[in-house]
Each structure stands twice: as structure tokens, then as C-alpha cells.
């Protein structure tokens, strides 16, 4: 979990340009996060799920005798 480091009351006196950048800071964190827990679910799902090929059946010819 990232520490914001800052209380809510000094967010609200940040001067626009800080919190833009304050705000820019945590989408970054939020998304590094969000990114990285999709690469772990995707490692669990891949590893939980035995990889099962189907078998290849090839159909029969037959030929039929001329009447």
C-alpha cells in the first residue's frame, strides 16, 4: 500500500499546480498497482488451470465400390 504522506486538510490548501502533480503521483501508484495484480492473477490463472489439448481424430475415407 503507498503512504500518501500528506493529511486530507493539507490537500485542500495545496496551491492547483501540487495537487495536479499530487493527483498525477497517485493515478501513476494506482495504475503500477493495478497493473501489477492483473500480471499476478494471470500467473494464478495459468498456473491453477492444467493445459489440456483436445486429441486430433482424423476422419476415415472410405471407398465405395462401384455398381
Not at 485542500?12 to 500480471?39: C, F, H, P, Q, T
Not at 494471470?42 to 486429441?55: A, G, I, V
Amino acid at each position: 500500500m503507498y503512504h500518501l504522506k500528506l493529511q486530507p486538510s493539507e490537500i485542500e490548501g495545496l496551491n492547483y499546480y501540487e495537487y495536479w502533480y499530487y493527483i498525477k503521483d497517485m493515478s501513476d501508484v494506482i495504475s503500477r498497482e493495478n497493473k501489477s495484480n492483473a500480471e499476478q492473477q494471470e500467473q494464478m490463472n495459468t498456473q491453477s488451470t492444467p493445459s489440456m489439448k483436445m486429441p486430433k481424430f482424423n476422419t476415415p475415407s472410405f471407398k465405395m465400390p462401384k455398381l
